[in-house]
Structure formats: structure tokens, C-alpha cells
């Protein structure tokens, strides 16, 4: 079945120190891929998405790169503040055109930055 | 623009009593809708989806049940809490014909069974 795996931290950084976060998956068709952001207490935000290889997306100074031949969608930030101190799961879905096809998510990875 | 509703935000339960969580969106027609659980330092457990009014897939075979009476209102239930029952519960939506289109959560209820 379709699965992906982060890693699960906890990974502790310095304010402003570069920021990656691992994610691979497998899947038997082309999903798409998304990584979600959860603040303490509340639910989960949709960070960024790509729907196709290749395709980079970005929010918040956050980027992704979908990468087929890896199968991979690394979560990368040049530069990290405390404010983006969070548990971030990749996800990703295979929309099969009539199910309801939730996304398959990974563990999350929780990030904390230190001042 | 769609928005979702979950309430209450918080809930501390005796074992063995009566659960109902409720979940609207707006803004939207015919979304699918699903419940997810996320255990203390676990990742998210999907328990139940529904395509339409009164069509229910369960994921997980357990104590809870899920109703959907409305088509944007989505209700999570149980006769009869379980300390294992404690976590957080998320709604989520996506568009019935989103092609491969994220989903939406709300802000999550926070049970406690004690």
C-alpha cells in the first residue's frame, strides 16, 4: 500500500540555522503531495503542495521539490525562526476519481527552534 | 471562501459515558468529510469518510461511529467511552471532485477520558 516516512524528531535548531526535513513515499500511481504544519493545540495546515514531478511549492519561505526519480518531497527553509516551531507531517494522495481517497500520512516530525 | 467547524475545542469524559463531536463546513456542497484521530505522540490514525448524506466508510474497527445527517454536518459518536478513546479528533473536507486536491482540517477536539 502507499506510505511515507518522515523523520520523527524531536530535531532542535538555532533560530536562523537552515531547516531540512526528510520525507520519501510509496505509491503505486502519481500522487500528489502536500506538507501540513500543526502549531501546538490546533489542527493541521496545509504548508505547501505539488501535484506533479518537478513541480516545487512554496509558502512561507518553505519549499518543496517533488522528486520522482527519489521519490521524495523534502521540506527545506533557508532560515528557521521560533515561530516556526511545529510538528510538520508530509502527506500525500492518489485521487482514484470517485472514492474518498484521504491522504496517507507520514508520523510528523516535531521542529523546535531555540533562540 | 469554505470554512469548518469542529466543536467542543476541549472535553474531559468519565469512562463509559456518551461521546458526540460535531463537525460543519461552509461555504462548499458535497464535500467528502472524514474524521481523524492523533494520539499522544502518534502520527494520524483515519477513522472514518463519508461521499454523501448517510454514507459512512469506517476505517478502524472500534467503539466509535460516525454520522453524517447533513450534507455539510458530520458527527462522531460513542455509546460508551474507553480510556484508549483519549486524543485529538480532527474534521477534515475536500472537494468531491478535487483532483488530487488537499484536505482541510479544523481546529481539532481535544477528548480526555478519565
Known amino acids: 500500500g502507499d506510505s511515507v516516512t518522515q523523520m520523527e524528531g524531536p530535531v532542535t535548531l538555532s533560530e536562523e540555522a537552515f531547516l531540512t526535513i526528510n520525507c520519501t513515499y510509496t505509491?503505486?500511481?502519481?500522487?500528489?503531495l502536500f506538507w501540513y504544519v500543526q502549531y501546538p493545540g490546533e489542527g493541521l495546515q496545509l504548508l505547501l503542495k505539488?501535484?506533479?514531478?518537478?513541480d516545487k511549492g512554496s509558502n512561507k519561505g518553505f519549499e518543496a521539490t517533488y522528486r520522482k526519480e527519489t521519490t521524495s518531497f523534502h521540506l527545506e527553509k533557508g532560515s528557521v525562526q521560533v515561530s516556526d516551531s511545529a510538528v510538520y507531517f508530509c502527506?500525500?494522495?492518489?485521487?482514484?476519481?470517485?472514492?474518498?481517497?484521504?491522504?496517507?500520512f507520514g508520523k510528523g516530525t516535531h521542529l523546535i527552534i531555540q533562540p | 471562501s469554505q470554512t469548518i467547524h469542529q466543536w467542543p475545542a476541549t472535553l474531559v469524559q468519565p469512562v463509559g459515558s456518551p461521546l458526540s463531536l460535531e463537525c460543519t463546513v461552509e461555504?462548499?456542497?458535497?464535500?467528502?468529510l472524514y474524521w481523524y484521530r492523533q494520539a499522544a505522540g502518534r502520527g494520524l490514525q483515519l477513522l472514518f469518510y463519508?461521499?454523501?448524506?448517510?454514507?459512512i466508510s469506517s476505517e478502524v474497527p472500534q467503539n466509535l461511529s460516525a454520522s453524517r445527517p447533513q450534507d455539510r454536518q458530520f458527527i462522531l459518536s460513542s455509546k460508551k467511552l474507553l480510556l484508549s478513546d483519549s486524543g485529538f479528533y480532527l474534521c477534515?473536507?475536500?472537494?468531491?471532485?478535487?483532483?488530487?486536491?488537499?484536505?482541510?482540517f479544523g481546529n481539532g477536539t481535544r477528548l480526555t477520558v478519565t
Open positions: 477534515a473536507w475536500r472537494p468531491r471532485q478535487g483532483n488530487n486536491s488537499p484536505l482541510h
Open positions: 505509491a503505486t500511481g502519481y500522487p500528489s
Open positions: 505539488a501535484t506533479k514531478a518537478d
Open positions: 502527506a500525500l494522495t492518489l485521487w482514484s476519481g470517485g472514492g474518498a481517497d484521504g491522504l496517507t
Open positions: 461555504g462548499t456542497s458535497n464535500p467528502n
Open positions: 463519508s461521499v454523501g448524506i448517510g454514507q
